[in-house]
């Protein structure tokens, strides 16, 4: 059996099911590569800002920036970029920076969701429709003689719709839950680092230098070396304008002081 005869077997319905079928794979594809990008790098992504925000929050700041890519990268720089630095609001941008980011990790569950329920249906209307051609086919004076083998055949070749909706929707209903499994694991990661994030921020509450990112630290510094060059400049000597007003004189320079 080839494919045409599959094809053929299944119906009318073999178009929209294979449009579910490379629409779910292709959610599939792309899901399974970004989870993988991140199961492979947030750990060492999350053990680096939590080591440098022991000794240089400024570091960790510069880290986690820079690893803006990552969902946990930018879940762990939204606290650090804040202007205003208190307990309170450190805990409020954790909190809402990890609902964004495990929104967007649900990213596909829709698709995936919508393949899963109307696949095994477009399987089922294909088998009722060839049962009623199969049907329509058989004469009440031809039933127990050879003419009805054919329409038996085709109730048998309606089948095959069925079993291709149930398979499309099996697949991704696998995958559907694996990915919900690895959002499960996400919502513990993003928890944890949190807590250990807030724990240390508690401990060593940082200052505003120590907080600010090393590269704007740097700009500030080459500001202020700047500035202080200039200042020490000695300023050139201006002329006196030779158009500008006269001196006022005093009763000592004036004539009349040096006739008396």
Do not use: C, H
């Amino acid at each position: 059996m080839n494919i045409e005869d599959i094809v053929r077997k299944i119906g009318p319905v073999v178009w929209p099911l294979l449009f579910f079928s490379i629409l779910s794979l292709s959610v599939i594809f792309e899901r399974l590569w970004f989870w993988l990008r991140i199961l492979t790098q947030e750990r060492k992504i999350v053990d680096r800002v939590l080591d440098a925000a022991r000794d240089d929050w400024g570091l960790a700041a510069e880290i986690a920036e820079r690893a803006d890519r990552q969902p946990i990268g930018r879940f762990l720089y939204a606290p650090l970029s804040l202007p205003r630095r208190d307990p309170e609001t450190f805990r409020l941008a954790l909190e809402a920076t990890a609902e964004n980011e495990l929104s967007l990790m649900r990213r596909g569950e829709k698709v995936l969701e919508l393949v899963i329920a109307v696949a095994p249906l477009l399987g089922l209307f294909g088998t009722v429709w060839g049962l009623i051609q199969s049907l329509e086919s058989i004469n009440i004076s031809d039933l127990g003689t050879s003419a009805t083998a054919g329409a038996t055949s085709g109730i048998g070749e309606s089948l095959y719709s069925t079993a291709a909706g149930l398979v499309v929707a099996i697949v991704s209903l696998i995958f559907y839950r694996y990915f919900q499994a690895l959002l499960v694991n996400q919502v513990k990661v993003f928890r944890q680092a949190g807590n250990e994030m807030e724990l240390l921020y508690r401990q060593f509450p940082p200052t505003d230098t120590t907080l600010r990112p090393r590269r704007a630290l740097s700009e500030v510094v080459v500001g202020d070396k700047d500035t202080k060059q200039e200042n020490s400049r000695s300023p050139r000597k201006r002329g006196r304008n030779k158009f500008s007003e006269p001196p006022q004189t005093t009763e000592s320079d004036s004539p009349e002081s040096e006739d008396k």
